[in-house]
């Protein structure tokens, strides 16, 4: 009997061409053996310490003077409300977590934030405290510099004096605090609000004087060389809780009120009565921003979900519906006057090209993302 013929042989497999060789000067490639987060940090270059995540919920957006964007984010849902602070040279790569320049994770949601001179950031957590944190190598990580719990709830807002070394904040502890600094303290500490304060603002050029305004329907103007410090600002044209307050950048006594009904009036602090006001929203007003033209315009942000831009007669100059929640932060871009950077709980980071005042030169064509 013959012997059966042995199988043949498996098909030789293709050989797969070796990776090219680098070009002279350049490092070998590294294997990432498949791991989406290392392949993400080689791709976007992400810096030390940073979350691997952004909250959903943008609160705040402020820039620097050299253009750097910083962002406040909350986690609002599930049984824990954490935050995180994200700084960006380059705003418009905001708010994918791997373009930007330094992160940082909260213990608590943040419900406001201020840069402080140029690499300082004061914050008002959700847990009460008042945080400093600080840019450090080379602006590529975040440190804590120091985190003091003086309000007894929410810290609602918190603004820097001029000079920059001393700050306040209010809190729905219904309390307005004054900071020391550089000594990490509370200078002063004031309860004439008999419901939460719900934003603080500093006068520019001014280190004594400021305004609160609070759920009590009680807007205050502050100066502490006064025995009594704290004057109550009347002001008929807005018949609703004031949730929003700022001075304009150029008239130590005008300042400009929001409601929570979306009306926005601009405030004599001699002559109150006389203030010009317009229903700008529909829903509270949860922010404005001044900006640097020779006649400023307005910029206001609402619960309504829009965006508005007004003259110095709060005529509307220009409208934007493209957020999809809260509309929480806004802020003028430093090298171009036309382009206004807006955020919101629905995590979209939206800029806005706005049309400038008859005489008024942009430094950079922008146009809206």
Known sequence: ME??????????????????APPDGAAPAVPLDGD??????????????APACMERHLERAHYRADG????????????????????????RRAPSEGFCTAGVQTEAGVADVCWLADRGILVASDSGAVELWELEENE????????KYEHDDIVTSVSVLAGSSQAISGGRD????????????VLHSYRAHSDAVTCVASCPGKDTVFLSCA????????DTRCPKPATRIVCSACNYLPTSVMWHPQKSDIFVLGDESGTVALVDT????????????????????????????????????????LDSDLSEVF???????????LSWSPSDDALLTTVGWDHQVLHHTVPLPAGEASGINCVKE
Do not use: Y
């Open 36 to 49: 989406p987060a290392a392949e993400a940090a080689a791709e976007w270059n992400i810096p030390p310490n």
């Open 215 to 222: 759920e009590d329907n009680r807007t205050l103007l502050w």
């Open 68 to 91: 750097a964007l910083l962002l406040g984010a909350s986690g609002l849902n599930g049984r824990c409300w954490t935050g995180s602070l994200w700084v960006f040279a380059e705003p």
């Open 319 to 329: 409208r934007n519906h493209s957020h999809r929640d809260f509309v929480k932060g």
């Open 174 to 185: 219904c309390c307005v605090k004054v900071w020391d600094i550089p000594e990490q303290t």
């Open 270 to 309: 001699k002559n109150p009565d006389s203030a010009l006001s317009a229903a700008v929203h529909t829903r509270a007003i949860t922010g404005f921003a001044f900006s640097a033209h020779s006649s400023p315009l307005l910029a206001s942000i609402s619960e309504d979900c829009s965006v508005a831009v």
């Open 140 to 147: 590529s990580l975040i440190v804590n510099k120091f985190c």
């Open 3 to 20: 012997e059966p013929l042995p199988p043949p042989p498996p098909p030789l497999l293709p050989q797969a061409a070796p990776p090219p």
